[in-house]
């Protein structure tokens, strides 16, 4: 399932995954960080998408919207992890001296090792040094 979502959207839909958020009621939009302009017109979308819904009084998030939520945290967290590699690259040709730690950064930031996996590289490297 790919959605493009406004950012407002997907605030929203985060705090949909925390609890549900009594609507309409203006306080409760506001003590939460949200737009209050926006929140009217995220919400006729979102529960056209069924991403969630409006009941009773509230709103609550649906299963398919905690997914579209959850994905989009996913692209995030996935291009910021691109962006620590290539970092990690351009840290290591500066400093050659730190490149058994850049790779070890690499590794973990490309999911190839764990936490643990990296620092007993590092760890045994120093060693062998």
Do not use: C
Not at 32 to 60: I, K, P, Q, W
Not at 81 to 90: H, K, Q, R
Not at 103 to 120: C, I, T, V, Y
């Amino acid at each position: 399932m790919h959605l493009t979502l406004s950012s407002s959207q997907l605030q929203l839909l985060h705090h949909l995954t925390l609890a549900d958020i009594p609507y309409p009621d203006a306080v409760a939009v506001a003590a939460r960080g949200l737009n209050e302009a926006t929140v009217t017109d995220d919400v006729r979308t979102l529960s056209r998408s069924g991403l969630l819904e409006v009941t009773g009084e509230h709103l609550a998030i649906t299963p398919r919207g905690k997914a579209a939520h959850f994905e989009a945290q996913y692209a995030v967290l996935a291009e910021r992890l691109v962006e620590v590699s290539v970092f990690a690259d351009e840290l290591q040709r500066r400093t050659p001296s730190l490149s058994v730690e850049m790779h070890a950064l690499r590794q973990l930031a490309e999911g190839a090792w764990s936490g643990a996996e990296a620092a007993a590289y590092v760890e045994r490297r120093a060693k062998e040094l």
